[in-house]
Nanobody, 114 residues
């Protein structure tokens, strides 16, 4: 199983980015998934999750700004991030939850700065 995250970068405050996480080697559609982030000196925290049926959940800090989605035909998880703030700066990780273990992507850096 491999999760390949991409789409990070440097963006100004108020800008947007879309993260992608491509899964391979697993039946992606039947598993819950999520995005997490870790800022320097802080613990990894939940950003958003999505169930196999499409139900979503968000951290209070990103509600109304971020949208998690999935394309099961492409085995890909997305995170659309709008109205970005400097405090959103972190390494973002995707996670896939299976009945036997969790799988993590390698992380993609998001930096929000002017």
């Amino acid at each position: 199983v491999q999760l390949q995250a991409s789409g990070g970068g440097l963006v100004q405050p108020g800008g947007s980015l879309r993260l992608s996480c491509a899964a391979s080697g697993i039946r992606f559609s039947i598993n819950h998934a999520g995005w997490y982030r870790q800022a320097p000196g802080k613990q990894r925290e939940l950003v958003a999750t999505i169930t196999s049926g499409g139900g979503t959940n968000y951290a209070d800090s990103v509600k109304g700004r971020f949208t998690i989605s999935r394309d099961n035909a492409k085995n890909t998880l997305y995170l659309q991030m709008n109205s970005l703030k400097p405090e959103d700066t972190a390494v973002y990780y995707c996670k896939l939850v299976t009945s036997w273990r969790d799988y993590w992507g390698q992380g993609t850096q998001v930096t929000v700065s002017s």
